[in-house]
């Protein structure tokens, strides 16, 4: 068929405004914050908030639904990070990629985060599926970050450096076939409240 041929015959699906606006549409003053949302969450340089927007993707909280929900083969979410705070050293089996959108980011990798580099606001990085990878937000505002991972469930668990899971313990947060579990030790930080709005 030649492209004259499909363009003469090709006929839109049929969406409403309505229903466009309930399954495709993320406004973002409405997404849910989740801060206590991954293993790392409650160590002190490793705190953030997490704001779906497309898809599941990586999760260890299962109340972590966004908003656009059906399967697009990615994910889409946004971060936000206060100074001096980002993700400890993980991997996924799939590439992620990270915008920050108003100020510098530091994104640092290798088993250990030997590597790193510095991003400016609209620089992208995609690292790689299997390196261990973190981030860190040096500047001295709330950072905010687009990030996106391959595959609709962001290439399954997420695998953590080992002394992010010995330190996480310390916190009450562990991980049991890739879910967040709140162990009896499980107590906030002075001055910290559960903000997700899910």
């Not at 059906?70 to 990629?97: K, M, Q, R, W, Y």
């Not at 609209?122 to 970050?145: A, K, Q």
Request: contains cysteine; aromatic residues 6%; negative net charge.
């Amino acid at each position: 068929m030649s492209d004259a041929e499909r363009a003469a015959a090709h006929v839109s699906p049929k969406i409403s405004a309505a229903e466009m606006e309930a399954t495709r549409v993320a406004r973002f003053k409405d997404l849910k914050k989740f801060n206590v949302a991954f293993v790392d969450s409650l160590l002190p340089e490793h705190r953030k908030k997490n704001l779906k927007v497309i898809g599941r993707g990586v999760v260890e909280d299962p109340r972590m639904n966004p908003p656009i929900a059906d399967d697009h083969g990615f994910t889409v979410a946004f971060i936000t990070c206060e100074p001096n705070t980002g993700a400890a050293l993980h991997s996924h089996e799939t590439a992620e990629v990270f915008m920050p959108l108003n100020g510098q980011l530091v994104v640092y990798w290798g088993d250990e985060g030997e590597e790193e580099l510095t991003l400016d606001p609209w620089d992208t990085v995609s690292v790689p599926e299997g390196v261990m990878r973190g981030f860190r937000n040096p500047g001295d505002e709330e950072l905010v970050i687009l990030a996106m991972v391959g595959q609709q469930d962001g290439g399954g668990p997420v695998t953590w450096h080992p002394d992010i899971l010995e330190r996480a313990k310390d916190t009450g947060l562990a991980v049991e076939d890739g879910k967040l579990v709140r162990l009896d030790n499980f107590a906030l930080p002075d001055g910290m409240q559960e903000i997700e709005t899910g």
